[in-house]
Structure formats: C-alpha cells, structure tokens
C-alpha cells in the first residue's frame, strides 16, 4: 500500500472521500423518496408496487419495445419447454 506523505496528496484524498460520502447521502435520500412516491400512489390507487416500479423503470429508460420483446421471448421459451400455456403446476 501507498500511504501518501504529501499534506497536499492526503487532502485531495480526504476531500474526495467527503464529496463521495455526499453523494452517497444524496443518493440514501432519493431511493427513500422513490420508495415513499411507489407507496403512496400505490397505496391510493390500488396498484401492484412490483408492476408500478417496473413500469417506472421502463419509463425511466424508454425502453418499452424492449420489455414487450423480452416478455415474449420469455413467453415462447416458457411454453415451449412447459408444452404448456396455462399457469397450473403440473407433475414432472
């Protein structure tokens, strides 16, 4: 390990640490607002939180074509393996 000797290195260093930390504390601060934002509109309009947050995601990342084209992908590979399109379990 490299343990810098020079006062002007040790500060860079240190100063760096604290704006790291900061952000840090910024982003604490938004995942809780995230979380509170999901509950509430959830919670008034009766809405799956695991839906509402994958649809924000989505939305975030405008990639919906590529959600619907996963989806279906996963849908044909499920039922060609399953040789099955219904959601029961059924014995191995």
Aim: proline share 2%.
């Amino acid at each position: 390990m490299n343990i810098p000797k020079d006062p002007a290195h040790r500060k860079a260093i240190y100063d760096c640490m604290r704006e790291i930390s900061a952000s840090m504390t910024r982003t604490e601060a938004e995942r809780e607002f995230i979380r509170e934002a999901i509950n509430n509109i959830c919670d008034e309009y009766n809405l799956s939180k695991k839906t509402f947050r994958r649809m924000a995601k989505t939305y975030h990342k405008q990639n919906f074509n590529t959600e619907v084209e996963q989806h279906e992908e996963f849908e044909t590979l499920y039922q060609t393996i399953t040789n099955s399109t219904s959601m029961t379990k059924e014995a191995a």
